[in-house]
């Protein structure tokens, strides 16, 4: 448990951080907010995990330590190069953290589930970047070709850090595979990831 | 009005985003969260004034976009190298901008003068930045040398982009030189403001 909490509690502090920098990408004001806004509710969502974390007794540093070298070498190797880019991975990278937390919500204690369920991606934010997307893409087609590559590497990128972690964190990985079913269950909870990923992809038109 | 609001909910706006990206100069998590949270603050801040300006029928964009340049370039122009200069910069500055805010804040009708005031920096926030450099300065008087030289730059800085935004937007200088009194009113007021500047220098021993 302490393990998730760590992972979860790291990822919205360099959530936050990275999306405050990715604001500056955006093309007016408006927008630059609204990345800004986005950026601020990861931050109250790594106060309440740490939080947590300071009355199960642990230091909410200590259980942060070991996640700082692969986060951080995720978000390097998918560092936005424009505003869509950065909206993509918004919409794509929080879409299935968000999934995969859901899923693991079910594993946790009441209580530790229903704050990691909590601490999820208001919807309006997703609504925000697709309806970005949507435009950006209507407005140009060609776009639709590097997004849709943009996001595949995303993904990629995504499970092959979600790898690392899982190699190294052999009790975090004890706690998903014994909660997710020893035999397939593991199998079927990535096939309900990307099942749900595929969704997303598919109404922006990126799945071609 | 619109044009001091305006000028609050940039440097809201952009105080977060320099925040946010000098938060990885911290030594430890602890302390990069804790600068993600006063980051956060900002934007909080920057939401309320955002949704005072709309209420008052001003769309928050156009009033921002006048600040846009000054405040960039006066970030640009004191981006801080390591933690201290971060913690410096954020104790420094948000103290003169609290107090200058404190002084328009009486300037303006009571709704948008309390407003001000709500917006001013938690002063937890400053106590943090406090202890941290007198910490840093116990453990190494040498810092005490480089850091008061980083203050004063900071604040030769924020006069001289405070002075371009003054010739700039004439009628927020009319507000404020208004407010303060015609005759050596805005004297007084940069006077009371370096008064301030300096009992926080003093209580870090950075006036020497």
Redesign the interface.
Known sequence: MVELLGLVA?GE?LA??RM??D??LAP???R??ML??M??VE??G??RV?ARLAEHGVD??AA??PY?RPVEEYHDATEPKDWLEALTKVYVGDGIADDFLAEVAALLDPADGDLVRQVLHDGRYAAFAEAELRAAIEADPKVANRLSMWARRLVGETLSHAQRVAAERASLTELIVAGAGRDDGVQKLFQRLTTAHSARMNALDLNN
């Open positions: 790291f502090l936050f951080e405050a920098r604001a500056a007016d004001l408006r630059r907010a800004g806004e950026a601020a931050v109250d790594y106060q740490a909410p540093q942060m330590v700082v």
